[in-house]
Each structure stands twice: as structure tokens, then as C-alpha cells.
């Protein structure tokens, strides 16, 4: 087309149907209209480019700007005909819908005729300056300020994401119904949910991989390692997800990282006690070598026994990286020792039995040091693995309160850009003289301003959800004590 005319318009005419064609809202608003005002939140830049143009950019004699020519074919037509209440029909639309509008006109590339019918073969040396400047301005445009194309809340629409919302339009279409937005969204975001489920936890698992040498000197030392590749797993999920509206997916990443976080717990353990007791064994080879030849069998075999065997207990200290379960497998060894020590004892011929009796009370009570050692470890390890949880539950509090923070944020942006889109409309429409068409908007805009005003005043309460729901996140994913910590944060959630 060559300019931008009443025909050119009317063939816009789909413009005019998009009420009807499609809906912002699963429960829309008894206005169409009044639904159709959520169109402003996602829809794309209007860019109409204008080729072979042949007008001269002046009106009323004066220059103006490719902008400013399409500002003024969009320009209501006064009066009462039917006709031309059609007319601007398309004109009011594209003004109601898109907030930002550009234009672009483009000269005929070339003047031989012959070059036009095969203009996919014609070289840039063959074309017009003037057109090619104008593509270059246009192509630039695009590249620079093009957005993304997007959702409600700056949710960005990705090919694969596309893939899903066409196909959920056209089951709608198919089943006599009109494509809902909000309903495709929520589909969308099962499928993309899941999927930053599935993602964090590769991530998480992969990098543990990556940074975890088996054994670990400690449990703390794992679980440092774990928090850090658990921070960066959350950080995936807030980036991937999105309408994760009671924190379900959340939920299910939080339980998933800590059956993995218990597996390497578990990982670690084994490799621990494989490596302990291979190095135990090497140690006590000579020992268990003069048992069986009955070395300690003897008068005075007692004392060579425990000499031995504190040697070899003294050697298994010395041994680096033994890991978590290092006293655990060294007890284990002492506990197998107990009947050996015992025969020996009792066939020492240079012992009275006053002096058997004071030995056998001193193993006694040595072994039961051990066990409160250990005793004390195990309850060291289960603290830590709490302070764990503990600490996995503040972080996926600060990135969820973060990120649905940003989220009001973007919300409430995205409501002052339409409330201010409307009052833009409504004052042009007043200047043009169509001062019914600007009362009609002050529902809209009415509207527009409680909502921003009751988002301005929300903060309390979505802390207040975020503690409840995280709270439960808590309660339903993690194990033991952290659950009382969970319900602790739902009574602090309700307090707020």
C-alpha cells in the first residue's frame, strides 16, 4: 500500500474483532470493553510500515515526521454516520490497544519496471539510496528497540513457550470456545514450572558433583558445599518459573534438593567408612597376624596386646581424609576386638584375678567413652544437619520474598503505564471533540487507579503470604525439627 488511508485501515479490520476473539480474563468482566483495557499490559508495539509511499510527509504545508503522519490517519473523523463510525472503528482500537505506536515509509526500491517483478534478485547496488537508508533506519529500529514479546507481569514468551500457547489457542478455537490468556498462561506455567523444577535440581546436582570430593573431613564441610550449590538451584528456579501461585513447584524443588542433599549425605558416609576400614585393616595386619599365631598367648601377653593395639589405634589417627565416619568404623574395630582382648586377659598367667578384674573394668570403661564420644558426634551432626535446614528455609524465604517483590513491582508499573496510557486517550479524544468517548473511559480509569492504589498499600500482606506459604513449604518438605520451624513461620505469617 501507499499510503495510509480509510481502505488500508478497514483492511485492519481484525483489529476490531479482538474482543471477541480472544480473553485477558478467565472470569471476564461483564464489559468486554472493560476486559479488553488488560490488552494494553502485553500487547506488542504497533509498527505499521508504509511501502512504495508517494505522498510527501507536510500537512497543512508544513513537515512532519513518519510518526506524526500516522498519528494523524488515526485521528477520529467527527459525526454521526454509521459509515464513518466504522470507519474509526480501527483507528480507535489500534489507539485504545497499543500504547506505543511508530512508522516507517519506504520509497519504491527501484523504478525499472523489470527489476521490480524479481525483487528477490535484485542487488543492493541496483536499489534506490533512499530506500535502502529507510530499510536501514527500519532494520535498526527493530534491533534496538524491539521488546520481546511478552505476558501479563513481563513474563517473557520464548519459541518453546509459543509452541505451547498456539497450540492451547487452537484446541480453544477447535472446541467452539474463545481463547482465554489467563488459562493459557496457567497451562504454560504447569509445563514451565516443572521444567525449573527439573532444571534447579540438575543444577544443584551437577554441582555438587562438580565440588564434592568424597569423603569430606566433616559434615559441616558438605553441607556448606550444599548450601551453596542450594542457593544457586533456588536462583534457578526463581529465573525459570513464574504464577507459581502457592509456591507448589517450590514446594516440590525444596523436597527433591533435600533427598538429594541426603543422598550425598549418605555417599559421603560409605566412602568414609570404605576408606577407614581398607586403612584399618592395612594397620592391623601385624596384630591380627600375632593373634592367630597366639604371640599374646603368654605370661605378660596382655600388655603386649594393648600395646599393639593402641599402635595401630595411634597409626589410624595419623591417616589424613578419613572422613565423617572415621571414629565410627575405629569404634566398630575396638567393638570386634572386645572377645579377643577378653581370652587374652583371662589366659595371662603374670595377672591375679584382682588384676584381670581392674583391667577388665578399665576396657569397660574406655569403651563406654568411645560410645559417649560418639554419642556426642551424632548429635553434633544432627544439629548441623537442622541449622541446615534452618538455613535452606531463610534462603528460599529471601530469594521467594525477592522475587515476589519484584513481581509487585513489575505489576504495579505495568498499571501505571495503562493508567497513564488512558488518560492519554482520553485527554485526545477530548481535544478531538469527542468528549462521550473520553467520559467512557473514566470507568476504566477509576479502576485502574484503586488497583494501583490497593497495590501501593499490599506490602504487609505479601510478606504475611509469604510466611504463611513458605511455612507450609517448610512443613510439607522438610523432615523432623524443621517442621516445628515451618509452623513457627506460618504463626509469625499470621501475626503480620
Known amino acids: ?21 480472544i480473553r485477558a480474563k478467565s472470569c471476564p468482566r461483564t464489559d468486554e470493553v472493560e476486559d479488553s483495557s488488560e490488552f494494553v499490559s502485553f500487547f506488542p508495539d504497533f509498527i505499521w510500515a508504509v511501502r512504495d509511499f508517494t505522498l510527501e510527509l507536510k500537512l497543512n504545508g508544513h513537515p512532519i515526521t513518519e510518526d506524526e503522519y500516522l498519528e494523524n490517519a488515526l485521528k477520529l473523523i467527527p459525526g454521526k454516520n454509521p459509515k464513518l463510525q466504522n470507519s474509526n472503528m480501527p483507528r480507535e482500537c489500534i489507539r485504545h490497544f497499543f500504547p506505543k505506536r511508530k512508522c516507517f515509509v519506504f520509497d519504491r526500491p527501484t523504478n525499472d519496471k523489470q527489476y521490480l517483478i524479481h525483487m528477490d534478485k535484485l542487488p543492493e547496488e541496483n536499489m534506490e539510496r533512499l530506500f535502502l537508508r529507510q530499510s536501514e533506519n527500519f532494520c535498526s529500529y ?10 501479563r507481569e513481563g513474563i517473557i514468551v520464548t519459541g518453546n513457550r509459543l509452541g505451547t500457547l498456539a497450540v492451547t489457542y487452537v484446541d ?77 513447584f517450590q514446594r516440590k524443588l525444596v523436597d527433591t ?22 586403612e584399618l585393616k592395612r594397620l592391623s595386619e601385624h596384630l591380627t597376624e600375632s593373634i592367630l599365631r597366639g604371640i599374646f598367648s603368654v605370661p605378660g601377653g596382655h600388655n603386649l596386646y594393648l600395646e599393639e593395639k593402641k599402635q595401630v589405634e595411634q597409626n589410624y589417627k595419623l591417616v589424613p ?7 565410627k568404623v575405629l569404634w566398630d574395630f575396638l567393638q570386634s576386638q572386645v572377645v579377643v582382648e577378653e581370652s587374652i586377659l583371662q589366659s595371662d598367667r603374670a595377672l591375679t584375678a584382682g588384676e584381670k578384674a581392674i583391667a577388665a573394668e578399665r576396657s569397660m570403661r574406655e569403651a563406654a567413652e568411645k560410645e559417649q564420644e560418639l554419642l556426642r558426634q551424632k548429635q553434633k551432626e544432627q544439629q548441623q544437619i537442622m541449622e541446615a535446614q534452618q538455613r535452606s528455609f531463610q534462603e528460599n524465604i529471601a530469594q521467594l520474598e525477592k522475587k515476589m517483590e519484584k513481581e509487585r513491582e513489575n505489576l504495579l508499573r505495568e498499571h501505571e503505564r495503562m493508567l497513564e496510557h488512558k488518560l492519554k486517550v482520553q485527554k485526545e479524544m477530548l481535544i478531538e471533540g469527542f468528549e462521550k468517548k473520553s467520559e467512557e473511559l473514566n470507568k476504566e480509569i477509576h479502576r485502574l487507579k484503586e488497583v494501583i492504589e490497593s497495590a501501593k498499600n499490599e506490602e504487609p500482606s505479601v510478606l504475611s503470604r509469604i510466611l504463611d506459604t513458605a511455612g507450609n513449604m517448610m512443613i510439607v518438605a522438610l523432615p523432623g525439627a524443621a517442621k516445628l520451624f515451618g509452623v513457627g513461620m506460618k504463626c509469625l505469617g499470621s501475626q503480620v
Open 1 to 21: 500500500m501507499s499510503t495510509i488511508n480509510h481502505q488500508a485501515l478497514e483492511q485492519l479490520h481484525y483489529v476490531t474483532q479482538l474482543t471477541q476473539l
Open 172 to 248: 480453544a478455537i477447535n472446541s467452539g470456545g474463545v481463547p482465554c490468556l489467563e488459562n493459557a498462561v496457567t497451562t504454560l506455567a504447569q509445563r514451565e514450572n516443572s521444567a525449573a523444577v527439573q532444571r534447579a535440581a540438575d543444577h544443584y546436582s551437577q554441582q555438587m558433583a562438580q565440588r564434592v570430593r568424597f569423603p569430606t573431613d566433616t559434615l559441616q564441610e558438605l553441607l556448606d558445599v550444599h548450601m551453596a550449590c542450594e542457593r544457586e538451584a533456588i536462583a534457578v528456579f526463581m529465573e525459570h518459573s513464574f504464577k507459581d501461585e502457592n509456591q507448589e
Open 257 to 278: 534438593i533435600e533427598k538429594k542433599k541426603e543422598d550425598f549425605v549418605l555417599q559421603n558416609e560409605e566412602a568414609s567408612v570404605k576408606y577407614c576400614q581398607a
Open 142 to 151: 527493530i534491533f534496538t528497540h524491539a521488546k520481546p514479546k511478552t505476558l
Open 321 to 327: 581424609c578419613k572422613g565423617v565416619k572415621a571414629d
